[in-house]
């Protein structure tokens, strides 16, 4: 990407820091992880791979009631539930609640995993986007809100701590 498209990516999501991460990807040609890296410094952090990926999924499945997203060019697919606990083997990273959200994700494609906290639709939002090696996002996880619709207090403080656990 040359420095100009650069900056004008930057100032895009400085002046839309909520704008939708794939629509911006796609109406600029760039992968969803160069827009979440254009985001203000002070909204993301970045780090990790396919190490993170699982002790990121770990620490999740501790949570509680989180929102899964998964953003494709057909649809948008969310569950809100708890992030069932999942392991390694056969290559896969698979979640193993046999109800809810299950499956075998390919952890090994994990490219790094960001933290993003910014507004959104008029509320502060806070994820940590799983992101592949070749700049996709493989999925969303988002920290849960209370009765009120705020973020859930203690989700959020564990969000920040993995965050500095995985980015420094």
């Given at each position: 990407m040359?420095?100009?498209?650069?900056?004008?990516l930057q100032t895009h999501m400085r002046?839309?820091?909520?704008?939708?991460?794939?629509?911006?990807?796609?109406?600029?040609?760039?992968?969803?992880?160069?827009?979440?890296?254009?985001?203000?410094p002070e909204m993301v952090r970045i780090g990790g791979g396919a190490d993170a990926f699982v002790?990121?999924?770990?620490?999740?499945?501790?949570?509680?009631e989180v929102t899964l997203i998964v953003h494709t060019d057909d649809g948008i697919f969310e569950i809100t539930a708890p992030v069932s606990p999942?392991?390694?083997?056969?290559?896969?990273?698979?979640?193993?609640q046999p109800k809810?959200?299950?499956?075998?994700?390919?952890?090994?494609?994990?490219?790094?995993?960001?933290?993003?906290?910014?507004?959104?639709m008029g509320k502060s939002s806070a994820f940590a986007a799983f992101l592949n090696v070749d700049g996709g996002v493989m999925f969303k996880v988002f920290v849960g809100r209370d009765e009120t619709?705020?973020?859930?207090?203690?989700?959020?403080?564990?969000f920040r701590a993995l965050a500095k656990a995985i980015c420094g």
């Open positions: 040359t420095t100009a498209l650069l900056d004008d002046e839309n820091p909520g704008a939708v991460i794939e629509d911006v990807a796609r109406a600029r040609n760039v992968t969803p992880r160069a827009v979440i890296k254009a985001l203000p002790s990121a999924m770990q620490d999740i499945a501790t949570w509680g999942g392991e390694v083997g056969r290559g896969y990273f698979n979640l193993m809810g959200l299950h499956g075998h994700l390919r952890h090994e494609r994990c490219g790094g995993v960001a933290f993003v906290e910014r507004p959104f619709r705020a973020l859930k207090e203690d989700q959020l403080e564990r």
